[in-house]
């Protein structure tokens, strides 16, 4: 009977504390958003212009990698003349 009042008393106290950290978690998550909502919004005049800077490269896909110049690069040893290309090695 002591060993189950011990175990139900320290279930009890970790349900307790898990639900006072919920708590406090969900009031400072409240809290966030209303300050997120305090900053002030920028005023635009009537006939205001958005200068972009655009005289950098713009890069919105990745490179194209060229498959068949690494395969050429990595055929077998017994069709290659050169063996000591460290991208093919299989030491890693």
């Known amino acids: 009977m002591k060993h189950f009042l011990q175990s139900l008393l320290g ?29 002030p919004l920028v005023d ?12 950098t490269t713009i890069q919105d896909t990745p490179p194209i990698t060229d498959f068949s110049v690494i395969m050429q690069e990595c055929r077998p040893r017994a069709l ?4 000591n290309n460290p991208r093919c090695s299989k030491s890693g």
Do not use: P, R
Not at 44 to 55: A, H, I, T, Y
Not at 80 to 83: A, D, M, T
């Open 80 to 83: 290659k003349k050169s063996h």
């Open 44 to 55: 635009l005049e009537s006939g205001s212009v958005l200068v972009l800077d655009l005289n």
């Open 11 to 39: 279930s009890l106290t970790a349900f307790i504390l898990l639900g006072f950290g919920c708590v406090v978690a969900c009031l400072g998550f409240i809290a966030l958003l209303a300050t997120l909502g305090e900053q």
